[in-house]
């Protein structure tokens, strides 16, 4: 079973948000927090990392006594954890995280960022491009469907932006779970599992991070 949890992180005020949620990440989180300096920036990877403290509870397991490590790619993993996968993703005030007990990757990405695209070209194979293109109205919903495809995609490979993207056509890859939240924010989900389409999707209040 996969689960997707995701989270609106837009609050009135940061502050408090800040000097609450970091002692209850791991260190590792609260290293990747303190880096950033724009504190729209904290609050979305603190927040990423709060949401996965909620889903692994959420899952029976007890986040204080867990030890995490990145791999070598970057990816989340957990000491004496074999059977457990994880991904997360934050971008513009929202946060989302994937578990699954098989490789898994998750994106979610603001679908207005791609009105002005000059990347296509770039990484886009021809299918890709084709399929953005064909319906100009709905041009950016569908870029953002391959962006995040792909983002997702190289995390569950587990090599992150290593790989080329020219390289990954997401039209002929199986399997992927498509999510759009609210009218702006695009969410995409990547397994081997052929259940991926019975992915759980579950929203999160920030008052319960």
């Given at each position: 079973?996969?689960?997707?949890?995701?989270?609106?992180?837009?609050?009135?005020?940061?502050?408090?948000?800040?000097?609450?949620?970091?002692?209850?990440?791991?260190?590792?989180?609260?290293?990747?927090?303190?880096?950033?300096?724009?504190?729209?920036?904290?609050?979305?990877?603190?927040?990423a990392?709060?949401?996965?403290?909620?889903?692994?509870?959420?899952?029976?397991?007890?986040?204080?006594?867990?030890?995490?490590?990145?791999?070598?790619?970057?990816?989340?993993?957990?000491?004496?954890?074999?059977?457990?996968?994880i991904?997360?993703?934050?971008?513009?005030?929202?946060?989302?995280?994937?578990?699954?007990?098989?490789?898994?990757?998750?994106?979610?990405?603001?679908?207005?960022?791609?009105?002005?695209?000059?990347?296509?070209?770039?990484?886009?194979?021809?299918?890709?491009?084709?399929?953005?293109?064909?319906?100009?109205?709905?041009?950016?919903?569908?870029?953002?469907v391959v962006?995040?495809?792909?983002?997702a995609?190289?995390?569950?490979?587990?090599?992150?932006?290593?790989?080329?993207?020219?390289?990954?056509?997401?039209?002929?890859?199986n399997?992927?779970?498509?999510?759009?939240?609210?009218?702006?924010?695009?969410?995409?989900?990547?397994?081997?599992?052929?259940?991926?389409?019975?992915?759980?999707?579950?929203?999160?209040?920030?008052?319960?991070?």
């Amino acid at each position: 079973m996969i689960k997707v949890y995701y989270c609106d992180l837009h609050l009135s005020s940061y502050g408090s948000f800040i000097e609450n949620g970091l002692g209850k990440v791991n260190e590792n989180r609260r290293i990747k927090v303190n880096k950033c300096k724009n504190p729209e920036n904290k609050v979305n990877s603190l927040g990423a990392g709060l949401l996965l403290r909620y889903a692994l509870e959420n899952a029976g397991y007890r986040y204080d006594n867990l030890n995490f490590f990145n791999d070598e790619y970057g990816a989340i993993r957990i000491d004496n954890v074999t059977d457990l996968f994880i991904s997360i993703s934050h971008s513009n005030g929202f946060a989302a995280c994937a578990l699954s007990d098989t490789a898994i990757g998750v994106d979610i990405e603001k679908i207005d960022r791609f009105e002005k695209v000059n990347f296509i070209k770039r990484c886009y194979t021809q299918r890709e491009q084709e399929f953005v293109s064909e319906d100009t109205s709905h041009f950016e919903e569908k870029c953002a469907v391959v962006w995040t495809r792909k983002e997702a995609y190289s995390k569950q490979k587990g090599l992150g932006m290593r790989l080329d993207f020219k390289n990954i056509d997401t039209m002929n890859i199986n399997y992927f779970y498509d999510y759009q939240i609210q009218e702006n924010m695009q969410l995409s989900v990547c397994s081997d599992d052929k259940n991926v389409m019975d992915t759980n999707i579950i929203k999160v209040d920030v008052s319960d991070l």
